[in-house]
């Protein structure tokens, strides 16, 4: 599976983004979970948000409840991330990931065999 990220740049606090990731070429089983990451310099990469294809199930960390929403349109193999009230330690760059996850293991990226590029997202003060 090919992962295509878009959508990253520049904000003000308090300002808005609106991430997009596509996916293309072999699928997974119907029910794939598609997620995802931020990694800040010299931070390891961290779970942002999860969506299961099928069920619509989704997770999120707690530094964005409220703040950011996941969604899919899965006609188009595309899930987004809305990204709202944004802040200054929301400065990372986003990757998406995809893959046949199971629901409690859905925030370690090393399950997950697919991922974009990575989109630079900034947010200053």
């Known amino acids: 599976v090919q992962l295509q990220a878009s959508g990253g740049g520049v904000v003000q606090a308090g300002g808005s983004l609106r991430l997009s990731c596509t996916a293309s070429?072999?699928?997974?089983?119907?029910?794939?979970?598609m997620t995802w990451f931020r990694q800040a310099p010299g931070r390891e990469r961290e779970f942002v948000a999860a969506?299961?294809?099928?069920?619509?199930?989704?997770l999120y960390a707690d530094s964005v409840k409220g703040r950011f929403t996941i969604s899919r349109d899965t006609a188009k193999n595309t899930v987004y991330l809305q990204m709202n009230s944004l802040k200054p330690e929301d400065t990372a760059v986003y990757y998406c990931?995809?893959?046949?996850?199971?629901?409690?293991?859905?925030?370690?990226?090393?399950?997950?065999?697919?991922w974009g590029q990575g989109t630079q997202v900034t947010v200053s003060s």
């Open positions: 990931a995809a893959d046949n996850v199971i629901w409690g293991l859905l925030r370690r990226p090393d399950e997950y065999s697919s």
């Open positions: 070429g072999r699928t997974f089983r119907t029910d794939y979970a």
């Open positions: 969506s299961r294809r099928s069920s619509g199930n989704t």
